[in-house]
Nanobody, 123 residues
Framework: VQLQAFGGGLVQTGGCLRL?????????????MGWFRQAPGKEREFVAA????????YYAESVKGRFTISRDNAKNAVYLQMNSLKSEDTAVYSC?????????????????WGQGTQVTVSS
């Protein structure tokens, strides 16, 4: 299983970015997917998740209404559209995959991780 996140960068407060995560090495449509982030000196935190069919999505309260997670099973990809970015969104964002888990929000429930992509929001 390989996951690669990309699309990060430097953006001003209020701007937007779209992160992508390309998956390979497994049947993408059989895994739930999630996005997590980690800022310097802070613990990794849940951002958003999407079920394997794409029918259910989950968001951290801090990003609800600003971020949108989606997936394209035909392209083996998951996306995170980030709008109205704030300085506190600055972090390394990573995508993760899980075959089964009791919690959508805990990083321990995810089996595979990709390298992250840096998102920096400047004021």
């Amino acid at each position: 299983v390989q996951l690669q996140a990309f699309g990060g960068g430097l953006v001003q407060t209020g701007g937007c970015l779209r992160l992508s995560c390309a998956a390979s090495g497994y049947t993408f449509s059989t895994y739930d997917m999630g996005w997590f982030r980690q800022a310097p000196g802070k613990e990794r935190e849940f951002v958003a998740a999407i079920s394997r069919s794409g029918g259910s999505t989950y968001y951290a309260e801090s990003v609800k209404g600003r971020f949108t997670i989606s997936r394209d099973n035909a392209k083996n990809a998951v996306y995170l559209q980030m709008n109205s970015l704030k300085s506190e969104d600055t972090a390394v964002y990573s995508c993760a995959a899980r075959i089964y888990g009791s919690s959508w929000f805990s990083y321990r429930a995810y089996d595979y991780w990709g390298q992250g992509t840096q998102v920096t929001v400047s004021s």
